[in-house]
């Protein structure tokens, strides 16, 4: 299927992906939940697009915190290398103004995150609304910005090396035992367990090592869990800690507060080894099985990218489910069937599966302008759109209609 159409086939994987060489909290998070998401996602489809994995969906409520999290990653690194302990010292001034100030660095994250879905087909309908709703954040994500990097201490002195043109693609970056100094973004590996991590700050001095992490949504145990792992890897990461030194300082930088998460002793910290190991080799079990295994929950699948490529997900059962925990239930999914063309942008359908419907209820699929050439006895499925019961005859059973937003999704089933 060409990039270009509006509409998308619903695909199934010709080869299912191998688990991941590195686990990383979020990934194993993902895989936990529901395996079969995850190998969905990381299968290929170049009959889609260039990229790996399924293009993921553009989720245009999510991009804040992304742009919040790489303007504190480009000011953190500057005022690291200019050794700047804290935003009330002088030079924090110059360094900021060497930037172009805290709203250029916040204009131009909003770019960046944006650029990363520039050949997403999916992001295409979606570019321009997602560009002009960040643009309008933007005084309110430069004040997040400002709110987490004022509480932010960092050591004098600058970086103990001088800062290096990032490495050709082809080479593989250096890892030498890390020396006193403030290290932003540091991937972190325990090649004994097969698990990597990257920390937002890491801080080494004679009489402190502590790990910052950056957090831009609602504090949960989830985060606590997430940085306790990096002590861990840092602890087991031979390469950079060759001498096995231990955290003994672990922050939770969220929007108006810092949490301090007690780190693990080197006892804890070989038990954690142990349990991520144990949960590594469980996540590839789990991954093994072809297809992997479902597992459909409300609060999974309602954030699903892959949802349309699921059968568990549009079974009876599942949307039972949905139905009953569904907050807002003028926005739903459904699975139709074409019967014939009701107008020009129109079509008469039934109902196949949906939270919010019968099966085999009659229904009505309206178009929002977009080329879909549907044919009669052709399965849709629908990703949110918009539902409105309505009466043609007094008498007769309510039918439904489906409209298409510019945040709906039109996938053929095969």
């Not at 970086?159 to 490495?167: D, G, S």
């Not at 937002?200 to 831009?216: G, H, M, N, R, S």
């Not at 499925?381 to 937003?405: G, K, Q």
Request: proline share 9%; with cysteine; aromatic share 6%.
């Amino acid at each position: 299927m060409k990039e270009e159409k509006a509409h998308w086939r619903v695909l199934r994987p010709t080869t299912w992906p191998a688990p991941p060489a590195d686990m990383s909290v979020s990934t194993h998070a993902e895989i936990d939940e529901c395996p079969r998401r995850w190998a969905l996602g990381a299968a290929e489809y170049p009959d889609v697009w260039r990229g790996h994995g399924y293009p993921p969906k553009l989720q245009v409520a999510g991009l804040a915190g992304s742009v919040v999290h790489l303007a504190l990653e480009i000011i953190t690194k500057r005022l690291t290398r200019a050794g700047v302990p804290s935003l009330d010292d002088p030079l924090a001034t110059k360094v900021l103004r060497g930037l172009g100030g805290y709203t250029r660095v916040v204009e131009d994250s909003v770019e960046s995150v944006l650029k990363r879905f520039a050949d997403n087909p999916r992001a295409i309908a979606l570019m321009e609304h997602a560009h002009r709703t960040l643009r309008g954040q933007v005084p309110a994500l430069r004040g997040r910005v400002q709110s987490m990097l004022a509480r932010l201490r960092l050591p004098a002195g600058g970086l103990p090396m001088p800062a290096a043109p990032v490495p050709m693609m082809t080479q593989k970056p250096t890892r030498n035992p890390l020396t006193s100094g403030a290290y932003p973004e540091v991937e972190l590996r325990a090649k004994s367990i097969g698990w990597k991590g990257k920390a937002d700050l890491l801080v080494l001095a004679d009489d402190t090592c502590e790990i910052t992490d950056f957090k831009t949504g609602t504090p949960n145990e989830h985060h606590k869990f997430q940085v306790r792992v990096y002590a861990a890897l840092w602890r087991m990461d031979e390469e950079l800690n060759p001498s096995g030194r231990v955290v003994d300082r672990l922050v939770l930088a969220y929007g108006s507060h810092d949490v301090e998460v007690p780190p693990p002793n080197a006892d804890e910290i070989d038990e954690l080894g142990r349990d991520l190991l144990a949960r590594r080799q469980a996540a590839e079990a789990a991954l093994a099985a072809r297809p992997p295994s479902a597992h459909p929950h409300p609060e999974t699948c309602r954030y699903c990218s892959v949802r349309h490529m699921c059968a568990e997900y549009w079974t009876a059962g599942t949307q039972l489910r949905m139905w009953e925990t569904l907050g807002n239930r003028s926005v739903a999914d459904a699975s139709i069937i074409i019967t014939g063309r009701h107008g020009p942008s129109s079509w008469d359908a039934f109902v196949r599966s949906s939270a919010v419907a019968k099966h085999g209820q009659p229904a009505l699929l309206r178009g929002d302008g977009r080329q879909l050439p549907l044919h009669p006895g052709q399965e849709v499925r629908l990703i949110s759109v918009h539902v409105n019961p309505y009466l043609e005859e007094a008498d007769s059973d309510p039918d439904i209609v489906f409209t298409l937003s510019a945040t709906s999704e039109v996938f053929l089933a095969p």
